[in-house]
């Protein structure tokens, strides 16, 4: 490895100050229980200490295995738009789905425009299906922090991931769809639940493993799920019945959002915040997910390159150009693979890079993709410890955690050195936001 030195900067020094030690994430743990705890208190003064929502889903069982039937399910919630035709049995789960695509057009749009659109796709897939005679029981995976008023109905508390239709934010989302359907007059819908990706992807692999109690969601945002004792849910206002439990909705992403993270974000951290649709919103979320991930290597690169540490100090128009430095250039350039790393500086407009330019890219993408695992990982050994399990399952859905090289081994060896002695697996969920939809309306119609 070349040594760089211009100055009195050097690549290792600036690197060095983004990296986390275990006392940092410790503390991290410290402040991430904090909030979570003061989320779920019964005294609102409390509450409003803290910048992690916790949200309760409503979702009391995750699922015996015993469930059967055909459900609709739809998934709302980031770069795609689904509708599923889902067939349940007691030993395997059939899935038949359509994606449509969420365009930057209609993200931003307005509440008629979005739902609109939604329920004609519902219209042409249930055609297509040939099941638009049928009123089959829908599980809507909705995966943005939505206020739930019951397991049927949920209030958008905000939009997140890029996410802006107006008339939707304080509003219930389900009584939006169904009027948008209503308006169509071609079919109706019958909503059994109202769920997020997270939740989705904890009551998918809990299907198959019953030692399942957390979700986890690492794609264009991050989230977590965890099944917590009703009795420390200080907020619930029902009744304290069997089973004495709800499937709580952090909303991790939002940790942060009070300034308790301020210690640790960078200056790339907040010149991403800045430039956001949300500033000084989603936290957390901006360190670590995959809407954000590459952005951060591209501010890492374009300092190091205006010191004259990389490309020769030469910044291309692309470099110097906001989220052109996709999330998954640093999945290739982690992969080790030189030609992939060529590729993605080629798209940089980099054709002829150095060894060392190649070398410093790949230690800043470690460093960032490892710091974003880390700080993942301590929020989970957070939950861990809250919930006091010496061994459990952990269901991991999104692209960043699916198709990062590295990102899974980054986690397990956090969670290891953070958790000592306790056995933690992390699962990873095939399709968790539709067919844990499809089971959550499924375990819903086994009660009735
Ligand atoms: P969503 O979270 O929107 O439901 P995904 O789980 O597919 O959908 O996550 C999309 C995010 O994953 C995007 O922000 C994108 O940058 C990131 N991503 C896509 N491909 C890769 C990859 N190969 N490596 C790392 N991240 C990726």
């Known amino acids: 490895v070349r040594s760089y030195f211009t100055g009195g900067i050097t690549v290792e020094g600036q690197l060095e100050k983004l990296k986390l030690s275990r006392d940092d994430l410790i503390k991290e743990m410290e402040l991430i229980t904090a909030d979570m705890e003061n989320g779920l208190s019964g005294d609102e003064e409390t509450r409003r200490k803290s910048s992690v929502p916790m949200l309760i889903t409503f979702v009391r069982n995750t699922p ?115 009027e948008a359907l209503d308006r169509k007059k071609e079919y109706s819908i019958n909503i059994v639940g109202l769920v997020n990706d997270t939740t989705g992807t904890l009551m998918s692999c809990g299907w198959e493993d019953q030692d399942v109690t957390i979700g986890l969601i690492l794609g264009t945002g991050t989230n977590a799920c965890y099944m917590e004792s009703l009795e420390n849910v200080g907020k619930w206002t029902g009744q304290i019945d069997e089973p004495k439990q709800v499937i709580i909705n952090t909303e991790w992403g939002a940790f942060g959002d009070n300034g308790s993270l301020d210690w640790v974000r960078s200056e790339y951290d907040k010149q991403v915040d800045e430039n956001s649709l949300n500033p000084g919103q989603q936290i957390f979320e901006k360190m670590i997910s995959g809407m954000y991930l590459g952005e951060i290597v591209r501010l890492v690169c374009v300092h190091l390159t205006s010191k004259g540490l990389l490309f020769g100090g030469v910044c291309t128009e692309k470099l110097g150009k906001r989220e052109e430095f996709l999330t998954k250039f640093v999945s290739d350039v982690e992969s080790g693979n030189r030609e992939r790393t060529l590729k993605v500086l080629e798209d940089l407009g980099y054709t002829q890079p150095s060894d060392g330019d190649i070398e410093v890219l790949k230690q800043i993408c470690q460093v960032m993709s490892e710091r974003a695992a880390c700080l993942a990982a301590a929020g989970l050994a957070a939950i861990v410890k809250k919930i006091g399990r010496s061994h459990c399952t952990i269901a991991v859905d999104g692209s960043l955690f699916k198709k990062h090289p590295k990102f899974k081994t980054y986690m397990e060896s956090t969670l290891g050195e953070l958790l000592p002695g306790k056995h933690i697996k992390l699962m990873l969920s095939e399709d968790g936001s539709g067919k844990g939809a499809a089971l959550v309306a499924a375990v819903a119609c086994q009660k009735h």
Request: one cysteine or more; charged letters at 20%; proline letters at 3%.
């Open 64 to 178: 015996t295995g015993a469930e059967t039937g055909d459900f609709l399910a739809l998934d709302l919630g980031g770069t795609n738009f689904r509708v599923l035709l889902i067939h349940i049995e007691p030993d395997q789960i059939t899935m038949d789905s359509r994606v449509m695509p969420m365009s930057k057009e209609l993200m931003t749009s307005d509440a008629e425009t979005l739902f609109d659109y939604i329920a004609d796709c519902i219209i042409s897939f249930v055609k297509e299906k040939n099941v638009q005679d049928k009123v089959l029981p829908l599980g809507f995976t909705f995966s943005f922090p939505v206020k739930m008023l019951s397991l049927t109905s949920g209030i958008l508390i905000k939009w997140t991931k890029g996410f802006t239709a107006t008339g939707v934010e304080n509003q219930d989302v389900v009584v939006l769809l169904k």
